[in-house]
Nanobody, 122 residues
Framework: EVQFVESGGGLVQAGGSLRLSCAASGFTFDDYAIGWFRQAPGKEREGVACLSSSDQNTYYGDSVNGRFTISSDNAKNTVYLQMNSLKPEDTAVYYC???????????????WGQGTQVTVSS
């Protein structure tokens, strides 16, 4: 069974940093895309970052580009999201999931984790 578990969320002040982890089981990072998404209350799920496991190409949402970095440790079957210069508008539940190709469209992803809450105070 493919399962993703997110961790690393928490409460941080504006301008601070957090690193989220997405640990995969029953799955290896070969020829898939792993994406980070977030969803704030009352808002649609938003693509944050995406990484292609085959060529390590990365893609970012406009609102986080230059502040967030996605990376992977294939030996640990884990994908990370380093978040710097956090803003109150980054507050959301953050999820990871897998897709057969590189895309920022959340409906193309599957095997969603339970999410980890990130709260940025002003």
């Amino acid at each position: 069974e493919v399962q993703f578990v997110e961790s690393g969320g928490g409460l941080v002040q504006a301008g601070g940093s957090l690193r989220l982890s997405c640990a995969a089981s029953g799955f290896t990072f070969d020829d898939y895309a792993i994406g980070w998404f977030r969803q704030a209350p009352g808002k649609e799920r938003e693509g944050v970052a995406c990484l292609s496991s085959s060529d390590q190409n990365t893609y970012y949402g406009d609102s986080v580009n230059g502040r967030f970095t996605i990376s992977s440790d294939n030996a640990k079957n884990t994908v990370y999201l380093q978040m710097n210069s956090l803003k109150p508008e980054d507050t959301a539940v953050y999820y990871c999931a897998v897709a057969p190709r590189t895309t920022m469209r959340f409906w193309e992803y599957d095997n969603w984790g339970q999410g980890t809450q990130v709260t940025v105070s002003s």
